[in-house]
T-cell receptor, first 117, second 114 residues
Framework: DAGVIQSPRHEVTEMGQEVTLRCKPI?????LFWYRQTMMRGLELLIY????????DSGMPEDRFSAKMPNASFSTLKIQPSEPRDSAVYFC???????????????FGQGTRLTVV | AQSVTQLGSHVSVSEGALVLLRCNYS??????LFWYVQYPNQGLQLLLK??????LVKGINGFEAEFKKSETSFHLTKPSAHMSDAAEYFC????????????FGTGTRLQVTL
């Protein structure tokens, strides 16, 4: 398997524009996570899905952020409208069967570096 | 609520020296503990994890960590640092019922000098 695949790797956009980040989890994994990494706040969990259903979105900073998982092999994180403070590295991760034991490894993609100017 | 504290945002060691990166956790229930490594412009890669059983856990690249419940610690060590170990290291915690929902520490950047 190629691992978790994120696109694009880099995104530069102007304030106010819509940004869509994409993620393809590892085949067969039933959990998908979106994290944001900034210097100020470190790594934060934004939202996670189980079997394509959003389970916990309490980390989503505000209504400008939305995430979807239309099928088991694809997820998007959308920011509309984008603001300079959204500049960060966004990571997608997937794991298998963590529901009962929570001891399974999360595999991370290489991230999308978003710059909003 | 659970949290993770990593002491020292930057650690510098000489090549061949002992590496010690500190991690303390706070959890009201038995935790699962992880160490991840992040190389520049890369995602996070699992080094090792503690779930149950043996408290001394061995991971990849010669790293190991020991779970000490009495000290609520999970420090990462490597006997002899190599230049290729230079990276950022993150300690993380999860617990049963949270589906690998990881809470990360703030990270420690390891520098290895000649």
């Amino acid at each position: 398997d190629a691992g978790v695949i994120q696109s694009p790797r880099h995104e530069v956009t102007e304030m106010g524009q819509e940004v869509t980040l994409r993620c393809k989890p590892i085949s067969g994994h039933d959990y998908l996570f979106w994290y944001r990494q900034t210097m100020m706040r470190g790594l934060e969990l934004l939202i996670y899905f189980n079997n394509n259903v959003p389970i916990d979105d309490s980390g989503m900073p505000e209504d400008r952020f939305s995430a979807k998982m239309p099928n088991a092999s694809f997820s998007t994180l959308k920011i509309q409208p984008s603001e300079p403070r959204d500049s960060a590295v966004y990571f997608c991760a997937s794991s298998l069967g963590g529901g009962r034991t929570a001891n399974t490894e999360a595999f991370f993609g290489q991230g999308t570096r978003l710059t909003v100017v | 609520a659970q949290s993770v504290t990593q002491l020292g945002s930057h650690v510098s060691v000489s090549e061949g020296a002992l590496v010690l990166l500190r991690c303390n956790y706070s959890s009201s229930v038995p935790p699962y503990l992880f160490w991840y490594v992040q190389y520049p412009n890369q995602g996070l890669q699992l080094l090792l994890k503690y779930t149950t059983g043996a408290t001394l856990v061995k991971g990849i690249n010669g790293f190991e960590a020991e779970f000490k419940k009495s000290e609520t610690s999970f420090h990462l060590t490597k006997p002899s640092a190599h230049m290729s170990d230079a990276a950022e290291y993150f300690c993380a915690v999860s617990y049963t019922g949270t589906a690998s929902k990881l809470t990360f520490g703030t990270g420690t950047r390891l520098q290895v000098t000649l």
